[in-house]
């Protein structure tokens, strides 16, 4: 059965995507907030019969000093290091918030893990499930 354009209206107005009855292909989900602490840890692992797609990243410095952020996108029995990094070594300056968007896969059974050079970097991390 088609969607009405009254049925596509409302769902714009409430967020929602509703083309083709795709809403649920389309739903977002936050996958991590925090704090970083100053050494690598898993923040989100992915289920093993689903993939993570990653579509956007905050990270907000809230001290008065420049801190670095680390965050890797780990395969299943990989470890985290500059050849999975999304981002490394980046420089976010004091009370200064870095926005990524974007589309990056994390596959089934691997991990997002990241780390600070110091305390005080609060960062969320949004995407999809499927």
């Given amino acids: 059965m088609a969607t009405s354009l009254g049925d596509i209206l ?30 690598y840890s898993t ?20 001290t008065a000093s420049a801190l670095t952020v680390y965050i890797s996108f780990v395969s299943i ?3 985290a290091s500059a050849s999975n ?18 589309n990056q896969v994390v596959v089934s059974g691997g991990t997002i893990q990241a780390y600070a050079s110091t305390t005080g970097c609060a960062l969320s991390i949004s995407g999809r499930i499927t």
């Fill in 10 to 39: 409302s769902a714009l107005k409430n967020g929602v995507i509703a083309i083709n009855n795709l809403a649920s292909a389309y739903s977002f989900s936050l996958l991590y907030r925090g704090s970083l602490g100053s050494a």
């Fill in 43 to 62: 923040l989100y692992t992915v289920s093993s019969t689903s993939n993570a797609y990653v579509t956007d990243i905050c990270m907000c410095n809230t």
């Fill in 77 to 79: 029995n990989d470890t």
């Fill in 85 to 102: 990094a999304i981002f490394y070594n980046v420089s976010i300056p004091a009370y200064s918030t870095l926005q990524w968007t974007g």
